[in-house]
């Protein structure tokens, strides 16, 4: 069975950091690029961050660009995001997912991913 399991989510002041993490079963983790999404209320879902497998190139969007950093710990299969100098408006639900790495135009296109997680909650208070 195929499973990604997002921890790491909570409450957090504006200007506070923390990390997600991702941890993965159930596929070849070394075949896949790991992605961040999130979700906010009333908003369509958005990619946050891709690193890909093919060469270990590292996506951000432009919302979170020297904010956020994503990386791989191979030997646990799992993904982290460590968040930091947070905003009211990265308040969100936050998923991992695994794309195939045949797919390399669209990084942060949640169309292309092929395994999802449940997601985490993380809210940023103001």
């Known amino acids: 069975e195929v499973q990604l399991v997002e921890s790491g989510g909570g409450l957090v002041q504006v200007g506070g950091s923390l990390r997600l993490s991702c941890t993965t079963s159930?596929?070849?983790?070394?075949?896949?690029?790991l992605g961040w999404f999130r979700q906010a209320p009333g908003k369509e879902r958005e990619g946050v961050s891709c690193t890909k497998n093919s060469n270990g190139e590292t996506v951000y969007a432009d919302s979170v660009k020297g904010r956020f950093t994503i990386s791989i710990d191979n030997a646990k299969n799992t993904v982290y995001l460590q968040m930091s100098s947070l905003k009211p408006e990265d308040t969100a639900v936050y998923y991992c997912?695994?794309?195939?790495?045949?797919?390399?135009?669209?990084?942060?296109?949640?169309?292309?991913?092929?395994?999802w997680g449940q997601g985490t909650h993380v809210t940023v208070s103001s």
């Open positions: 997912a695994a794309r195939n790495y045949y797919y390399t135009a669209g990084p942060l296109d949640p169309d292309e991913y092929d395994y």
């Open positions: 159930g596929f070849s983790f070394d075949d896949y690029d």
